[in-house]
């Protein structure tokens, strides 16, 4: 075997935790460091119902700090860019504007109102800030950011104000984005007599539960587009794999499902654009099931899957799941920013301060974390 196809083998950076051998995971290494880099061959799915042919993986701008990284996903065939109006507290859409410039008409822009905008007031409100900001005259998808539960897919206010806004030419298709009670939220969209709405951002990864698959199933074959985040779960460093990645396998991971038209996954600077972009075309196969099993392990203490089932176990009603989801962004993402102002959303009477009054706790966790410690925790960095 020669070197380059050793490296497509589907093995490199596999270090000795997974491959029983340091001399081969020693081997690999070295052979990946000296390898440059080429950018694969685009693959495209169709976004639901929306008929847009988007890329495989798409760029999620959230953490990205300068336009650049972004212009070279774009001249490589990445087309789905997504951002928010609250995003580095509106920065976020200033720096994709920068990206955008001289290939507006190329890339699929989807960003998202803010997460209490409801009146029509506040949803025009936020359209036409994002549309200046972005520098352009119209947003292919819009997005109700973070849905709790079902009850904002049905708000006369917002469909009055999004249906003019389609009107007028200034929005082309409507979504919605959710961290919890995803499998309600996305069974409504598909309940819903109107279909009024064509996308959803949901968090999947190779954690998620089964019933979060079976709706993501039921909500692409009814013409829902299915847009995959949190992906990586966490993005945790560990040293159980070494100098394994589980990026790319967990990427892999939630794209192998052919009901996900995209993945977003966060992109700061061009390394983990290369790292991520690179799973185009890439099957998952067993070592990818091994080495997730391994970093399974190694988050298996602190890592919580948003199920939100906890809180319904909690007397004071503490939004938990949203509270570690903070907790996440400061730990797993290291950017601390983001994790005390998803903090700060989370009105005081349930959120980790609700807990100083209670002797114990009784909230119990399906994965067994420590509900308790990890409330005191986020009182301690993010408070």
């Known amino acids: 075997m020669n070197r380059r196809e050793f490296l497509k083998s589907g093995v490199v950076?596999?270090?000795?935790?997974?491959?029983?051998?340091?001399?081969?995971?020693?081997?690999?290494?070295?052979?990946?460091?000296?390898?440059?880099?080429?950018?694969?061959?685009?693959?495209?799915?169709?976004?639901?119902?929306?008929?847009?042919?988007?890329?495989?993986?798409?760029?999620?701008?959230?953490?990205?700090?300068?336009?650049?990284?972004i212009k070279i996903a774009f001249d490589n065939g990445v087309n789905y860019v997504d951002t928010a109006r609250k995003y580095m507290d509106g920065k976020n859409e200033e720096i994709v504007a920068k990206a955008l410039?001289?290939?507006?008409?190329?890339?699929?822009?989807?960003?998202?109102?803010?997460?209490?905008?409801?009146?029509?007031?506040?949803?025009?409100r936020d359209v036409e800030t994002s549309l200046k900001t972005l520098e352009t005259d119209h947003i292919d998808v819009i997005q109700l950011h973070n849905l709790t539960?079902?009850?904002?897919?049905?708000?006369?206010?917002?469909?009055?104000?999004?249906?003019?806004?389609?009107?007028?030419?200034?929005?082309?298709?409507?979504?919605?984005t959710t961290h919890k009670n995803q499998s309600e939220v996305l069974h409504a969209l598909v309940d819903d007599k109107d279909r009024f709405f064509d996308t959803c951002l949901?968090?999947?990864?190779?954690?998620?539960?089964?019933?979060?698959?079976?709706?993501i199933e039921r909500a692409a074959k009814a013409g829902v587009g299915v847009i995959a985040m949190k992906t990586q779960a966490g993005g945790y460093k560990t040293n159980a794999l070494g100098a394994v990645s589980p990026h790319q396998a967990a990427l892999k991971w939630a794209l192998q499902n052919p009901h996900v038209t995209t993945a977003i996954p966060g992109m700061k600077d061009l390394s983990q654009l290369k790292e991520n972009i690179a799973v185009m075309?890439?099957?998952?196969?067993?070592?990818?099931?091994?080495?997730?099993?391994?970093?399974?392990?190694?988050?298996?203490?602190?890592?919580?899957?948003?199920?939100?089932?906890?809180?319904?176990?909690?007397?004071?009603?503490?939004d938990i799941s949203t509270v570690n989801r903070a907790l996440m962004y400061a730990e797993g993402?290291?950017?601390?920013?983001?994790?005390?102002?998803?903090?700060?959303?989370?009105?005081?009477?349930?959120?980790?301060?609700?807990?100083?009054d209670c002797p114990v706790c009784t909230a119990s966790c399906v994965r067994g974390l420590n509900i308790a410690g990890k409330m005191e925790q986020a009182r301690t960095m993010l408070a």
């Open 13 to 69: 950076g596999t270090t000795s935790a997974i491959l029983s051998g340091s001399a081969i995971a020693g081997t690999v290494e070295q052979l990946a460091a000296v390898e440059p880099f080429a950018f694969p061959t685009p693959v495209y799915r169709t976004l639901g119902r929306t008929g847009l042919r988007i890329s495989l993986v798409s760029f999620g701008a959230m953490l990205t700090p300068e336009p650049e990284v």
């Open 101 to 124: 410039k001289g290939r507006r008409d190329k890339i699929t822009v989807a960003t998202k109102t803010l997460p209490g905008s409801r009146s029509k007031a506040d949803i025009m």
């Open 149 to 176: 539960d079902k009850e904002r897919i049905f708000v006369p206010e917002t469909r009055e104000a999004l249906l003019e806004l389609k009107k007028q030419g200034k929005v082309r298709f409507c979504g919605v």
């Open 202 to 215: 949901v968090a999947y990864n190779f954690e998620s539960s089964k019933e979060i698959g079976a709706a």
């Open 281 to 318: 075309g890439m099957e998952f196969k067993s070592v990818d099931r091994r080495i997730l099993k391994e970093y399974h392990t190694a988050v298996a203490g602190f890592y919580c899957d948003l199920c939100g089932t906890c809180e319904g176990t909690c007397p004071k009603g503490v």
């Open 333 to 356: 993402y290291r950017n601390t920013g983001l994790a005390k102002s998803t903090y700060r959303e989370i009105p005081s009477k349930i959120s980790a301060a609700a807990c100083v």
